[in-house]
């Protein structure tokens, strides 16, 4: 069974541009999760799809970022314009059922310059 | 609001050692715990995943408790291996929401 994906797992961009994240979950997991930790902080909810719906969206930090899963399969979180302060890793985490485990991507490492 | 506490921050200990990891939460009204371990420059590992309902879970060389009225969860890691070296994060679920809310983790440091 692949695991979580995350596409790229390096970015770096200036202020002010626009950077699109992917996650693909494990196949037939119908939670998606984005999570990021920002630099010596603890890791943090953003937001939890349930198929293609959004399930909470109460840990987006403002209306710089846009998640969306078409489909219900993949995933993108888009941040536009970039700040400084969303430099940080951006880790994405799916579940089959709402009680089961997490399981999370190796994140994509974003840098904000 | 959900804060998580992991005590100690870090750990080095010498190979072979039976070493616990502790988590604490402040409101004990959960539905899960789960335990990760995440490698430098990875993502999260899932190691247990305990129920609200549950007192322990085991997966070879680990143990996990809860105490969710006290607010707490233990890691045990019995006969340590440099192999688990790595940053432990204890993660509770809270009772309405999908959330994980996660600790600083302890870094743990198994020396040869």
């Known amino acids: 069974e692949a695991g979580v994906t995350q596409f790229p797992s390096h970015s770096v961009i200036e202020k002010g541009q626009t950077v699109t994240l992917r996650c693909d979950p494990i196949?037939?997991?119908?939670?998606l999760y984005w999570y990021r930790r920002v630099m010596g902080k603890e890791i943090k909810f953003l937001l939890h799809f349930v198929k293609e719906s959004k399930q909470d969206e109460s840990g987006m930090p403002n209306n710089r970022f846009l998640a969306e899963r078409t489909g219900g399969t993949y995933s993108t979180l888009k941040v536009q314009p970039a700040e400084l302060e969303d430099s940080g890793v951006y880790f994405c985490?799916?579940?089959?059922?709402?009680?089961?485990?997490?399981?999370f991507g190796n994140g994509t490492r974003l840098t904000v310059t | 609001k959900q804060e998580v506490t992991q005590i100690p921050a870090a750990l080095s200990v010498p190979e072979g050692e039976n070493l616990v990891l502790n988590c604490s939460f402040t409101?004990?009204?959960?539905?899960?715990l789960q335990w990760f371990r995440q490698d430098p420059g990875k993502g999260l590992t899932s190691l247990l995943l305990i129920q609200s309902s549950q007192r322990e879970q085991t997966s070879g060389r680990l143990n996990a408790s809860l105490d969710k009225s006290s607010g707490r969860s233990t890691l045990y890691i019995a006969a340590s291996q440099p192999g688990d070296s790595a940053t432990y994060l204890c993660a509770p679920k809270g009772v309405n929401t999908g959330k994980l809310i996660f600790g600083q983790g302890t870094t743990l440091q198994v020396k040869p």
């Open positions: 196949s037939g997991h119908d939670n």
């Open positions: 409101d004990s009204a959960i539905y899960n």
């Open positions: 985490a799916s579940s089959r059922a709402w009680d089961s485990p997490l399981h």
